[in-house]
């Protein structure tokens, strides 16, 4: 009987993942309906129906609001399912990075798309949006350096979680030897055997990246072969 129930919820969560695309997908279109739906109410066109200018307000705000959900929904739901596609390809770590920036994308267009909707100057709030991101973008520097350098670590990878690697470079004091245990947006930890450590990853891209010899010591240049005499 236990087996049994197993079995069936088993066979309930492959169903789920199986019809979560489709709910995202559905979503997406019915927030690009609602989107269309509104502005056109907004600007009280004939092409979906002639009805007074106030009916056709009450239609474009809560067409509007409708839109906002959808959008929500469609990223929330296209973010899960990136992760879920991209994490036995890519590992846990990088397949967050993704869904974290399918959730950033999303969430900023799909709010200032609803600002559109509901008439809101969206260009002056760009403008003054740009310019938060320059003031923003100096102060973390360092942090965005990290994120980057961690996307570039995901399309290039040098290394995986459980190699054991050298990291050599002036920045870290010398070397570090040690097996990766995580590979994060911002860090990159390492079992060095007396414990765990943090690298920035804006400083493990600038490293040089090695094995570690089997004699645990500086790795030695390989004699070339002699030339004919």
């Known amino acids: 009987m236990q087996e049994r129930q197993n079995h069936l919820s088993v066979q309930v969560a492959r169903v789920k993942r199986r019809t979560r695309p489709w709910k995202s997908i559905i979503a997406l279109v019915l927030a690009i309906a609602a989107a269309i739906i509104s502005h056109q109410a907004r600007h009280d066109s004939e092409f979906l129906w002639n009805t007074s200018h106030n009916v056709n307000q009450v239609i474009a705000i809560g067409t509007a609001v409708l839109f906002l959900i959808f959008g929500s929904m469609a990223t929330y739901g296209l973010a899960r399912q990136a992760r879920q596609v991209l994490e036995p390809r890519v590992g846990t770590a990088h397949s967050a990075i993704v869904r974290y920036a399918v959730l950033i994308v999303g969430a900023f267009t799909t709010l200032l798309l609803t600002l559109v909707l509901f008439g809101v100057p969206v260009s002056q709030l760009v403008l003054g949006g740009a310019l938060t991101t320059v003031f923003v973008s100096i102060?973390?520097?360092?942090?965005?350096?990290?994120?980057?350098?961690?996307?570039v670590l995901m399309l290039a990878r040098p290394f995986k979680v459980g190699d054991a690697i050298r990291l050599r470079a002036?920045?870290?004091?010398?070397?570090?030897?040690?097996?990766v245990t995580d590979i994060g947006i911002t860090y990159v930890r390492i079992d060095t055997g007396a414990g765990v450590i943090s690298v920035p990853n804006s400083q493990v891209l600038n490293a040089v990246v090695g094995p570690i010899p089997p004699d645990g010591g500086p790795e030695q240049p390989q004699p070339s072969p002699p030339g004919p005499a």
Not at 139 to 151: C, H, I, K, R, S
């Open 139 to 151: 102060a973390a520097q360092q942090a965005l350096g990290n994120v980057f350098a961690g996307l």
């Open 170 to 179: 002036g920045a870290l004091g010398g070397t570090v030897d040690g097996t």
